[in-house]
């Protein structure tokens, strides 16, 4: 009986340490179970915390909503969602069997009202067509083909099938008929991030809006509960053997690390084109209708205004500043210890300039003296050269100017000498001829 006693503490201790060392961000992801339909693939039969209408049936591990052709069904989670702010859907779910137009579709419900209640008359893709909360809906009845879209309500007027375009506030292209590969669609809602909704399909960003408040924060700072009934529903339409199945739903009450994940690939957006034929031709070719309607006019109404801002404010929301923000902490920390350093080192520094001889820095300063004084005569020296140079330098300028002046001498007496060279040698000349005349003259 000790032992056991033991044991059952030594495992309590032990889970207690594991519950103090797991990271924030799991502790933060709470998993809701009788919420969740982890495992489908391993269920005989459909937990009782769901409710199951219409068709809907579990067949072969999965929960099958239109298991033939003209059928509807829904599968809802019989407990409410109660939230004080932030949430996570995560529904895996799947079309098979069909492709093209069809005015059916899959609904994925997160609601105020109890579906069991009679509120829920099944008219809206096998759901509620009054309805207080957020439809997500799957479907390839509009101008776009295959895509997900959401619309919100508040329960006062019913909605139909028509002009569902007009009234979705978000949307995403989405080919998910008659696949292989299912399709994981998480919707996360965090109120204290400024009420962020966001949509993710395959963890790439369908859309996400800050201008929706699912909570009131009013009703949740009094620790009451926000509540929200979640369920799925589908209809095919008739003539249509286009099969909608649920393979997974996974509820947390927080933003999961996931959902944070920055939206870094983001799905595909509907894009309106133009079809523009050459009259000459014939030929046919599509323009983008944003860049036609600049081509054909320069002027800017305040539509096209308001989408340009909702488009920056888009990019805005794709682009998450969450990580920029850890990294600009990161960098702060890294200079806050730079300058620590530099503090200690300048400090050191003065302390060693004002300390006794027997700081380090005094004694390196000794075994540098006889360098320091080298360094003084060689500079010396140099200056010594320099003025010896200088000396030099001087001299030589006054020997050129000698040199200059006794050429100059030379010269000028060469201008006087030759002439007068010249003049003695006619006269020698002269002289010698007069002389030889004159003892001729004497023979004769």
């Known amino acids: 009986m000790m032992l056991g006693s033991l044991y059952v503490l030594v495992v309590a201790l032990l889970v207690s340490a594991y519950a103090h060392v797991i990271p ?19 269920l005989d039969s459909i937990p009782n ?36 702010g932030s949430f996570t859907l995560e529904w895996t779910v799947r079309s098979f069997n069909y492709r093209g137009f069809s005015d059916g579709g899959l609904a994925l419900w997160l609601v105020a009202q109890d579906p069991a209640t009679s509120t829920n008359d099944k008219k809206l893709y096998a759901g509620p067509s009054k309805f207080a909360g957020l439809q997500l809906l799957m479907d390839n009845s509009g101008p776009y083909g295959e895509a997900l879209r959401a619309q919100l309500s508040d329960g ?45 399909v395959n963890n790439k960003v369908c859309f996400q809006t800050r201008k929706v408040k699912l909570i ?39 933003a999961t690390e996931q959902s944070r994940i920055p939206n870094v690939k983001a799905m595909s957006q509907p894009r309106v084109v133009t079809q523009m ?37 888009g990019r805005i929301l794709v682009n998450d500043v969450a990580p920029l923000h850890k990294e600009m902490d990161a960098v702060i ?5 730079v300058l620590a350093f530099l503090e200690h080192f300048l400090t050191t520094m003065n302390d060693g300039d004002s300390g006794s001889a027997e700081s380090p820095i005094a004694k390196d300063k000794e075994e540098f003296k006889e360098f320091i004084s080298m360094n003084e005569k060689l500079a010396s020296l140099l200056e010594e050269q320099e003025h010896i140079r200088e000396i030099s330098k001087n001299h030589n300028t006054v020997q050129g100017d000698h040199d200059s002046h006794v050429d100059e001498i030379v010269g000028t007496l060469k201008f006087w000498l030759v002439p007068i060279g010249v003049v003695l040698m006619f006269m020698t000349y002269y002289t010698f001829r007069t002389q030889q005349y004159i003892t001729k003259t004497k023979y004769l």
């Open 24 to 42: 924030d961000g799991q502790k933060a992801d709470k998993f809701l179970p009788d919420l969740s339909l982890p495992e489908v693939f391993k």
């Open 49 to 84: 915390t769901f409710t199951v209408q219409g068709s809907a049936a579990l067949d072969g591990g999965r929960i099958v909503l239109t298991p033939k052709s003209g059928s509807s069904g829904a599968l809802w989670a019989k407990k409410p969602l109660e939230s004080y």
């Open 277 to 313: 034929t050459d009259s000459k031709t014939g030929k046919t070719k599509l323009i983008d209708k944003a860049k036609f309607d600049a081509e054909r006019n320069n002027a800017v109404s305040n539509y096209d205004l308001f989408q340009k801002l909702d488009k920056v404010e």
């Open 156 to 200: 006062t007027a019913a909605l139909g099938k028509a002009g569902k375009d007009m009234k979705s506030f978000g949307s995403c292209l989405l080919g998910y008929q008659d696949s292989s590969v299912p399709a994981t669609i998480r919707v996360s809602y965090d109120m204290q991030d400024n009420h962020l909704l966001k949509v993710q």
């Open 216 to 254: 009131d924060p009013a009703v949740v700072s009094g620790n009451q509960a926000a509540q929200f009934y979640i369920g799925a529903s589908a209809d095919n339409g008739a003539q249509n053997p286009e099969s909608f199945e649920v393979l997974k739903l996974q509820v947390y009450d927080r």
């Open 333 to 337: 920390k890294t200079q806050e210890g």
